[in-house]
């Protein structure tokens, strides 16, 4: 069986000013379904730059990154759209929802674009914000809503199309330690139910919560490993 | 994404910022309500012209001796000149004038004060002139040939001479005082006076009395007519009918370039043709304002992409395409400048009526003006908004989301 996510010798470069910058020198990484993956590094390391290639928000210099099978490296703008919409949910380090929007309608915006008709988007919307423990929340707007209950209203969003995979870019940046545990529990949950993710983090307590660390250093893989001693929601150790 | 969805995000997008909304749909608002109102003024003026050609006559020739120093005796027009046109062929009415009066002739209504004017008429005037006859009878070709002592008044005058109009007036004698002494006319009938400025103030008209050509000629003492007012039939060519009528009269009088004929209708069409190139010009300066009321909206617009930069790369990463992002600013371009357009129109049909009132024109609203005027706006919103929009979509999200 095909990986879910395929990179083939990816490399990115950038033009900063008269400076080329090399910000991946090859990669290579495979993703299974079902596989629960955090990205560490530094920054200047390529993670972001990785992140955004994976989220097909960008385009890879040269390489071959094939999404379930399908190379979408050559997409042009309307189909790497296509792509974040169905097979792709994103998830912030700032929660990145719109300020005017209630839950509900930030939560209908990825169906917006997708054509579901409105009845059917109103029902997945909730369902999806029940998920995330937000069924009593539904037409608060941003604002009136805590910063972990802001990126659950995200997680919903991501999670609202049925995406391939949950890309997470610092899902926990701007949280507290109570949020975090949180919000790394219901990704475990996710996952547990089938969900791939891959999350950029740089804090080593939150990838403890995955399942496999790959760590970039210089645009390139330093190690990939498996986690030991993985920590479950619900089971951490008082410190 | 679905239009109607599109549509409603825009509302609530564009009214979302009111004060911002409203200032920036004053240029449009303006532009349209100032055409709506020049517009409307100048259809009314249009109007205004054309009503009192209508009860002046059209579709009539008149015939005159031009205005020069070596008129002979023999160039002067006279009854003879009416007999030789009456059997043309292509001339429908004919009518001879001969008018008597103002500042020389007194009405003796009741006060005494009104000045007047006796015009003697055939019997072809009543339709030559476009008059109704509301009671009794207009002179005939008995009254012509007799000399009666009948004549025709409008409503206007009898109501000042009786203080009546209706049957009663007819067979009561009306008096006009002159030099040579008091006449006496017996009304036959009354005709319905359509001048909208002489109903309006009676007073500072002279009143006009029609009475046989052939009894006010020799009352005052004339061998010699006014005019002739000619009119043609339907299918004629009217500028063969001029050079007929002008080489018949050249013929019989031996004379060169001693007479003119007026055509009203040429009249009315070149004084409406002066008229709406004034309109247009009035109307082309106001649409320049509309102009600056559009650039106003793409220079707004050009603000909302910028600060809605992060919202536009959230929208893109969950899945919007570089055009919904262009429709959904498009959109909102249009729902600014259509709303301000429905406003103008609002305020400019308000402003016409207004305006009308001040210079005493009676505004008259075109569909075209209307329908022209929200389309323009609208037409305005797309013009103006496609940068702005294109500016939007085309926005690198990664860029995008990174904006504070």
């Not at chain 2, 002046?56 to 000149?81: A, H, K, Q, Y």
């Not at chain 2, 007194?106 to 030559?128: C, F, H, R, W």
């Not at chain 2, 109009?165 to 067979?171: A, I, N, S, Y």
């Amino acid at each position: 069986m095909l990986p879910l996510l395929q990179l083939e010798n990816i490399k990115k470069q950038y033009r900063q000013g008269t400076l080329e910058v090399m910000a991946l020198k090859g990669i290579n990484l495979s993703v299974e379904e079902g596989e629960f993956v955090s990205i560490m590094g530094t920054s200047g390391s390529g993670k972001s730059t990785m992140m955004n290639i994976l989220g097909c928000l960008d385009r890879p210099t040269s390489g071959y990154y094939r999404l379930e099978g399908v190379n979408v490296s050559s997409f042009d703008d309307s189909q790497l759209a296509v792509v974040r919409n169905q097979k792709i949910g994103f998830v912030f380090q700032s929660f990145n929802l719109l300020p005017k929007l209630s839950a509900l309608e930030n939560v209908e915006l990825p169906m917006v674009y997708a054509g579901v008709p409105r009845r059917e988007r109103d029902e997945r919307a909730r369902a999806a914000l029940e998920k995330v423990g937000l069924g009593k929340r539904l037409h608060h707007k941003p604002n009136e809503l805590s910063g972990g209950q802001r990126q659950r209203v995200a997680i919903a969003r991501a999670l609202v199309n049925h995406p391939s995979i949950i890309m997470a870019d610092e899902p926990t940046g701007n949280l507290d330690s109570k949020s975090t545990i949180e919000i790394m529990g219901i990704f475990q949950q996710l996952n547990e139910e089938g969900t791939t993710v891959v999350m950029v983090t740089h804090e080593p307590d939150v990838a403890q919560y995955t399942k496999r660390i790959v760590v970039f250093q210089d645009g390139e893989i330093r190690s990939d490993h498996p986690i030991e001693n993985r920590v479950i929601f619900g089971e951490e150790a008082i410190s | 994404m679905n239009i109607m969805e599109c549509v409603k995000n825009a509302f609530q997008n564009v009214f979302s910022n009111k004060s911002r909304t409203i200032l920036t749909m004053l240029g449009i608002i303006i532009g349209i309500s100032s055409v709506i109102i020049i517009v409307a003024i100048g259809n009314g003026s249009q109007a205004a012209i054309e009503e009192e050609f209508e009860s002046f006559g059209t579709g009539s020739f008149t015939v005159t001796l031009v205005g020069s120093t070596d008129i002979e005796t023999r160039d002067l027009l006279t009854m003879d000149d009416y007999y030789l046109l009456e059997d043309v062929d292509g001339i429908d009415a004919i009518s001879p004038t001969y008018t008597y009066g103002s500042a020389f002739l007194k009405l003796m209504d009741p006060q005494e004060t009104n000045i007047a004017t006796v015009t003697g008429v055939t019997p072809d005037y009543e339709s030559l002139n476009n008059d109704t006859l509301l009671f009794g009878r207009y002179l005939s070709n008995n009254d012509v040939n007799l000399n009666t002592k009948n004549c025709v008044i409008y409503d206007t005058t009898a109501r000042k001479v009786f203080g009546t109009v209706g049957e009663e007036v007819l067979g009561q004698q009306i008096s006009l005082k002159s030099w040579k002494g008091t006449s006496k006319y017996t009304v036959i009938g009354i005709l319905e006076n359509t001048n909208t400025s002489q109903i309006e103030n009676p007073d500072e008209y002279p009143d006009t009395i029609y009475a046989p050509i052939t009894t006010v000629m020799r009352n005052y003492y004339s061998d010699t007519i006014s005019n002739l007012i000619i009119g043609v039939s339907q299918d004629a060519d009217t500028e063969e009918m001029k050079n007929v009528i002008l080489s018949e009269l050249e013929a019989f009088h031996g004379n060169e370039d001693k007479y003119y004929i007026m055509d009203t209708t040429d009249m009315m069409d070149s004084i409406n043709s002066i008229l709406s190139y004034v309109t247009l010009f009035i109307g082309f300066v106001a649409a320049i304002s509309l102009l600056v009321g559009g650039i106003g909206v793409m220079n707004i617009m050009m603000v909302t992409v910028t600060e809605r930069t992060r919202e536009i790369g959230i929208r893109k990463a969950i899945g919007a395409k570089n055009k919904d992002i262009r429709l959904q600013f498009l959109v909102e371009a249009v729902i600014l400048t259509g709303c301000g357009g429905l406003l103008g129109l609002a305020i400019g049909w308000g402003g016409s009526y207004l305006v009308g009132n001040l210079v005493g024109i009676t505004p008259v609203m075109s569909m075209t003006a209307v329908v022209g005027a929200v389309g323009v706006s609208m037409g305005i919103g797309i013009l103006f908004g496609v940068s702005p929009a294109n500016k939007a979509a085309q926005l690198d999200p990664i860029e995008a989301l990174r904006y504070e």
